[in-house]
Protein backbone atom coordinates (compact mmCIF):
# COMPACT_ATOMS: atom_id res chain seq x y z
CA UNK A 1 0.00 0.00 0.00
CA UNK A 2 1.29 3.18 -0.88
CA UNK A 3 2.02 5.75 1.07
CA UNK A 4 0.69 9.87 0.41
CA UNK A 5 1.17 12.70 2.60
CA UNK A 6 -1.89 15.17 2.38
CA UNK A 7 -1.29 18.69 2.56
CA UNK A 8 -3.71 21.58 2.94
CA UNK A 9 -2.55 24.92 1.31
CA UNK A 10 -5.67 26.98 2.07
CA UNK A 11 -5.55 30.16 -0.15
CA UNK A 12 -2.64 30.49 -2.41
CA UNK A 13 -1.01 32.35 -5.13
CA UNK A 14 -1.28 30.28 -8.44
CA UNK A 15 2.57 30.94 -9.11
CA UNK A 16 3.27 29.90 -5.74
CA UNK A 17 1.45 26.38 -6.10
CA UNK A 18 2.74 25.87 -9.29
CA UNK A 19 6.45 26.42 -8.11
CA UNK A 20 5.70 24.26 -4.86
CA UNK A 21 3.87 21.73 -7.33
CA UNK A 22 6.91 21.16 -9.39
CA UNK A 23 9.49 21.06 -6.46
CA UNK A 24 7.65 18.14 -4.91
CA UNK A 25 7.40 16.37 -8.67
CA UNK A 26 11.13 17.28 -8.74
CA UNK A 27 11.45 14.86 -5.73
CA UNK A 28 9.91 11.78 -6.78
CA UNK A 29 11.86 11.88 -9.92
CA UNK A 30 15.10 12.40 -7.91
CA UNK A 31 13.61 9.39 -5.87
CA UNK A 32 13.02 7.45 -9.28
CA UNK A 33 16.09 8.31 -10.93
CA UNK A 34 18.31 7.33 -7.30
CA UNK A 35 16.45 3.93 -7.57
CA UNK A 36 17.57 3.30 -10.84
CA UNK A 37 21.45 4.26 -10.20
CA UNK A 38 21.56 2.39 -7.02
CA UNK A 39 19.91 -1.32 -6.64
CA UNK A 40 19.85 -1.52 -3.24
CA UNK A 41 16.93 1.45 -3.25
CA UNK A 42 15.13 -0.09 -5.90
CA UNK A 43 12.45 -1.68 -3.87
CA UNK A 44 11.94 1.67 -1.63
CA UNK A 45 8.74 3.23 -2.62
CA UNK A 46 8.46 6.86 -2.59
CA UNK A 47 6.00 8.62 -0.39
CA UNK A 48 3.53 10.84 -2.34
CA UNK A 49 1.42 14.06 -2.05
CA UNK A 50 -2.21 15.26 -2.40
CA UNK A 51 -2.49 19.04 -2.35
CA UNK A 52 -5.94 20.73 -1.80
CA UNK A 53 -6.02 24.78 -2.07
CA UNK A 54 -8.04 27.42 -3.34
CA UNK A 55 -6.64 30.37 -5.38
CA UNK A 56 -6.69 33.70 -5.66
CA UNK A 57 -8.70 35.02 -9.07
CA UNK A 58 -6.75 33.79 -11.95
CA UNK A 59 -7.16 31.59 -15.52
CA UNK A 60 -5.15 29.24 -16.24
CA UNK A 61 -4.69 28.19 -19.94
CA UNK A 62 -3.07 24.64 -21.10
CA UNK A 63 -0.75 23.68 -23.78
CA UNK A 64 -3.97 23.12 -26.17
CA UNK A 65 -5.82 26.71 -25.20
CA UNK A 66 -6.28 28.87 -27.87
CA UNK A 67 -5.84 32.40 -26.56
CA UNK A 68 -9.08 33.87 -28.42
CA UNK A 69 -10.53 31.74 -25.89
CA UNK A 70 -9.94 34.35 -22.88
CA UNK A 71 -12.61 36.77 -24.28
CA UNK A 72 -11.53 40.40 -22.40
CA UNK A 73 -8.37 41.98 -22.59
CA UNK A 74 -5.01 41.59 -21.00
CA UNK A 75 -5.76 45.43 -19.49
CA UNK A 76 -8.82 44.30 -17.96
CA UNK A 77 -7.79 41.36 -16.38
CA UNK A 78 -4.87 43.74 -14.79
CA UNK A 79 -7.87 46.49 -13.94
CA UNK A 80 -9.61 43.33 -12.22
CA UNK A 81 -7.16 41.87 -10.35
CA UNK A 82 -7.35 38.92 -12.14
CA UNK A 83 -4.11 36.90 -12.85
CA UNK A 84 -3.49 34.92 -15.87
CA UNK A 85 -1.17 32.16 -16.70
CA UNK A 86 0.23 29.45 -19.79
CA UNK A 87 0.83 26.54 -18.42
CA UNK A 88 2.39 22.84 -19.22
CA UNK A 89 -1.19 20.88 -18.36
CA UNK A 90 -3.19 19.86 -20.98
CA UNK A 91 -6.45 21.13 -21.76
CA UNK A 92 -8.12 24.52 -22.52
CA UNK A 93 -8.88 27.59 -20.42
CA UNK A 94 -10.12 27.43 -16.97
CA UNK A 95 -11.10 29.82 -13.86
CA UNK A 96 -9.58 29.31 -10.45
CA UNK A 97 -10.66 31.41 -7.59
CA UNK A 98 -12.30 31.81 -3.96
CA UNK A 99 -14.89 28.92 -3.09
CA UNK A 100 -13.14 26.34 -5.47
CA UNK A 101 -11.57 23.46 -4.57
CA UNK A 102 -8.42 22.33 -6.35
CA UNK A 103 -6.40 19.69 -5.86
CA UNK A 104 -2.71 18.75 -7.17
CA UNK A 105 -2.21 15.22 -7.08
CA UNK A 106 1.67 14.31 -6.92
CA UNK A 107 1.93 10.78 -7.48
CA UNK A 108 4.39 8.29 -8.99
CA UNK A 109 2.08 6.24 -11.25
CA UNK A 110 4.75 3.67 -11.16
CA UNK A 111 3.27 2.65 -8.05
CA UNK A 112 -0.28 2.26 -8.38
CA UNK A 113 -1.01 2.16 -12.60
CA UNK A 114 1.03 3.51 -15.55
CA UNK A 115 -2.41 4.36 -17.82
CA UNK A 116 -3.00 7.75 -17.94
CA UNK A 117 -6.95 7.66 -19.21
CA UNK A 118 -7.61 4.94 -15.67
CA UNK A 119 -5.99 8.18 -14.06
CA UNK A 120 -8.22 10.70 -15.69
CA UNK A 121 -11.09 8.34 -14.90
CA UNK A 122 -9.89 8.20 -11.15
CA UNK A 123 -10.02 11.69 -10.61
CA UNK A 124 -13.37 12.29 -12.80
CA UNK A 125 -15.00 8.75 -10.34
CA UNK A 126 -13.22 10.98 -6.72
CA UNK A 127 -15.71 14.21 -7.37
CA UNK A 128 -18.57 11.87 -8.64
CA UNK A 129 -18.40 9.94 -5.69
CA UNK A 130 -18.39 13.24 -3.11
CA UNK A 131 -21.41 14.84 -5.33
CA UNK A 132 -23.30 11.36 -4.44
CA UNK A 133 -23.16 12.30 -1.04
CA UNK A 134 -25.04 15.27 -1.67
CA UNK A 135 -27.70 13.00 -3.51
CA UNK A 136 -27.07 14.68 -6.91
CA UNK A 137 -25.97 12.19 -9.53
CA UNK A 138 -22.81 13.25 -11.87
CA UNK A 139 -21.84 11.65 -15.00
CA UNK A 140 -19.12 12.06 -17.59
CA UNK A 141 -19.71 13.42 -20.86
CA UNK A 142 -18.86 11.30 -23.93
CA UNK A 143 -15.56 13.22 -25.14
CA UNK A 144 -15.07 15.25 -22.38
CA UNK A 145 -12.93 15.37 -19.27
CA UNK A 146 -14.45 16.64 -16.30
CA UNK A 147 -17.56 16.05 -13.87
CA UNK A 148 -20.85 17.22 -14.80
CA UNK A 149 -24.39 17.30 -14.36
CA UNK A 150 -27.14 15.25 -16.27
CA UNK A 151 -29.43 18.28 -18.35
CA UNK A 152 -33.55 18.43 -17.49
CA UNK A 153 -36.23 20.06 -18.59
CA UNK A 154 -35.13 23.24 -16.59
CA UNK A 155 -31.07 22.58 -16.87
CA UNK A 156 -28.41 22.51 -19.28
CA UNK A 157 -25.47 19.55 -19.35
CA UNK A 158 -23.29 21.54 -17.03
CA UNK A 159 -19.81 21.32 -15.43
CA UNK A 160 -18.78 21.24 -11.93
CA UNK A 161 -15.50 20.05 -11.88
CA UNK A 162 -12.62 20.45 -14.54
CA UNK A 163 -9.61 18.34 -14.97
CA UNK A 164 -6.56 19.06 -16.80
CA UNK A 165 -2.91 17.05 -15.55
CA UNK A 166 0.55 17.02 -17.02
CA UNK A 167 2.65 13.49 -16.68
CA UNK A 168 6.94 13.38 -16.74
CA UNK A 169 8.41 9.83 -16.13
CA UNK A 170 4.96 8.68 -14.65
CA UNK A 171 4.83 11.38 -12.07
CA UNK A 172 1.60 13.50 -12.31
CA UNK A 173 0.96 17.28 -11.39
CA UNK A 174 -1.86 19.62 -11.41
CA UNK A 175 -5.32 17.82 -11.67
CA UNK A 176 -8.96 18.95 -10.68
CA UNK A 177 -10.86 22.26 -9.92
CA UNK A 178 -14.13 21.61 -7.62
CA UNK A 179 -16.83 24.43 -8.14
CA UNK A 180 -18.16 24.86 -4.42
CA UNK A 181 -18.97 28.34 -4.01
CA UNK A 182 -17.34 29.80 -6.75
CA UNK A 183 -18.39 33.17 -8.20
CA UNK A 184 -19.53 31.43 -12.18
CA UNK A 185 -19.76 35.23 -13.10
CA UNK A 186 -15.56 34.70 -13.87
CA UNK A 187 -16.33 31.93 -16.44
CA UNK A 188 -17.63 34.64 -18.46
CA UNK A 189 -14.69 36.13 -19.37
CA UNK A 190 -13.61 32.81 -21.34
CA UNK A 191 -14.71 30.19 -23.35
CA UNK A 192 -13.99 27.35 -20.53
CA UNK A 193 -12.23 24.46 -21.62
CA UNK A 194 -12.86 25.58 -25.15
CA UNK A 195 -15.98 24.36 -24.87
CA UNK A 196 -18.43 26.22 -26.99
CA UNK A 197 -21.65 24.53 -27.37
CA UNK A 198 -24.89 26.85 -25.79
CA UNK A 199 -26.25 23.87 -24.66
CA UNK A 200 -23.87 23.31 -21.80
CA UNK A 201 -22.94 25.45 -18.92
CA UNK A 202 -20.46 25.83 -15.49
CA UNK A 203 -22.34 25.39 -12.44
CA UNK A 204 -21.31 24.72 -8.62
CA UNK A 205 -22.21 22.68 -5.26
CA UNK A 206 -24.16 25.76 -3.82
CA UNK A 207 -25.79 26.32 -6.86
CA UNK A 208 -27.42 23.09 -7.01
CA UNK A 209 -27.60 22.35 -3.69
CA UNK A 210 -28.96 25.89 -2.45
CA UNK A 211 -26.60 26.21 0.23
CA UNK A 212 -22.99 27.73 1.45
CA UNK A 213 -20.66 24.71 1.19
CA UNK A 214 -18.11 23.99 3.95
CA UNK A 215 -14.36 23.74 1.98
CA UNK A 216 -13.62 21.77 4.90
CA UNK A 217 -16.57 18.82 4.38
CA UNK A 218 -15.84 18.57 0.76
CA UNK A 219 -12.23 18.13 1.33
CA UNK A 220 -12.42 15.32 4.06
CA UNK A 221 -14.93 13.40 1.87
CA UNK A 222 -13.05 13.78 -1.32
CA UNK A 223 -9.95 12.88 0.41
CA UNK A 224 -11.54 9.69 1.53
CA UNK A 225 -12.91 8.87 -2.08
CA UNK A 226 -9.05 9.36 -3.67
CA UNK A 227 -7.90 6.90 -0.64
CA UNK A 228 -10.45 4.31 -1.37
CA UNK A 229 -9.68 4.51 -5.45
CA UNK A 230 -6.12 4.71 -4.89
CA UNK A 231 -5.87 2.62 -2.12
CA UNK A 232 -3.18 4.59 0.04
CA UNK A 233 -2.22 4.94 3.45
CA UNK A 234 -2.49 8.78 4.95
CA UNK A 235 0.84 9.16 6.76
CA UNK A 236 0.38 12.89 7.49
CA UNK A 237 -2.09 15.59 7.14
CA UNK A 238 -0.80 19.09 6.99
CA UNK A 239 -2.11 22.84 7.11
CA UNK A 240 -0.91 25.58 5.30
CA UNK A 241 3.00 23.75 5.24
CA UNK A 242 5.70 24.54 2.51
CA UNK A 243 8.16 22.12 1.40
Known sequence: MQKVIIQ???VIHFQ?????QTELHQKLVSAKQLRRSQPNVQDRAPVHYLIFCQHPPVYTMGKTGKPEHLLISKDKLEGEKVEFYRINRGG?????????LVVYPIFD???FFTDIH????YLEEAVIRTLRL???EAIRSPGLTGVWLAPSEAKPLRKICAIGVHLSKWITMHGLAFNLNTDL????????????DQDKSITSLSQETGQEISLDE???LLGQQFKDLFEFEIVSITDDVGI
Open 109 to 111: LDF
Open 16 to 20: EAWEK
Open 218 to 220: VRN
Open 134 to 136: FDL
Open 92 to 100: DITFHGPGQ
Open 185 to 196: QYFNNIIPCGIT
Open 8 to 10: NWG
Open 118 to 121: KYIR
